[in-house]
């Protein structure tokens, strides 16, 4: 689950005078109460809460600014069973399809929708679909099963969708999640959402109107393009960000530093390292983003082979499939002693922020660019 952003429990939520999910009898399936009542869910975090009451219907498309670790999952997972549950779609066909930027998420989101609905009395398949896996395994287990709930990265799903077999197994789709939305779109995976959603059924076809739901920190002009396919005029706008908490931005010290050749980038990169190393004076974790993959590998073996800094690599170039180092990278990452991660891949960066105690782009032939 994730690093980030506040962590809800029942008792903090109790104390704080949340909404109990009790009050959800009649809306919601009494089989999701009880798996709600298993996963120690009794109260409803502010975004659950507002997604659940300020819905005209749990059928009505909407708009979420939250962040990430408010408990968004459950609150788009909640509407979308409860409306498949009224009319799922015939066997094969997926009913809800929920779009996330990586594939750590989507396993999340997977998971969460497999507990969610554990005490249904014929339980919906839940199926994945992410780049870094074997696609035959999972398209054959996709083709021949019943996924009614599918939680794919957009990449993939395109390759899923370029078979006309395929495409028919999204007939009877009732909801479309678009989850971090906004990371998506910094992940480059604009094209890719506009090439799957004309892929997928009109918002308004043969089979009635789809559901679309959208969460996302932040909404980028550019994201318009994708909501007016995915929202319907009249969606609810519901936002649950604190306008008085200062943005990331401000809280985070930023300077650039201009070296005058690129021979020089090591020796600068190094002595700014060891400066906030000296600096934090204690535990120091770092992480230095490059742009490219080789240049990130040639870094890390400079790095290892002239200095006795602990430095972990992470690029997509690596020898051995990026994930299978990653995972355990990331994991480790929380109790590691100091340390200096030298990585290309951006994405990561939001499940890491938490223990980051300082972060360096070297970015020897761009401008500098500030974190937002
Ligand atoms: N109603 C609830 N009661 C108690 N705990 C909750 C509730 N909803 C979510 N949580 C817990 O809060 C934490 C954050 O939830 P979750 O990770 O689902 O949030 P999220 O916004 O979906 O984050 P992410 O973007 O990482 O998926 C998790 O530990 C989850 O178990």
Redesign the pocket.
Known sequence: ??TT?A????ES?KAANAQPYSSMEGKLDPMLLQALKDM??????PV?SKVLSELPSLKSDCLVQ?????????AFLLPAIQNALTRSPPKGQVAILVLSPTRE?AL??AA?ASRLISKLKRPFEVHTAFGGTAKATYLNTFTHGDPKILVATPGRLNDYLSEEEVRAQFRGMMTLVLD?ADRMLDAGFLPDILKLLRALPPKSGRNGQWQGMCFSATIPPKMQQVLSHVLSQDHVSISTLDASEPPTLAKVPQYSVVIPSIVDTFTALYSLINEEIQAIKGESKIIVFGTTANLVALYAQVFERQTNLKVYELQSRMSQPAGERKQPMLSEWPTMESCSLLTSLVEEWIFLMSHLYCRSDFQPTRTPTLIE
């Open positions: 689950m994730s952003g962590m809800y429990t029942s939520l120690n869910f009794d109260f409803m975090t659950q939250a962040k990430t670790g408010t408990g968004k999952t459950t998420l999340q989101i969460e971090e």
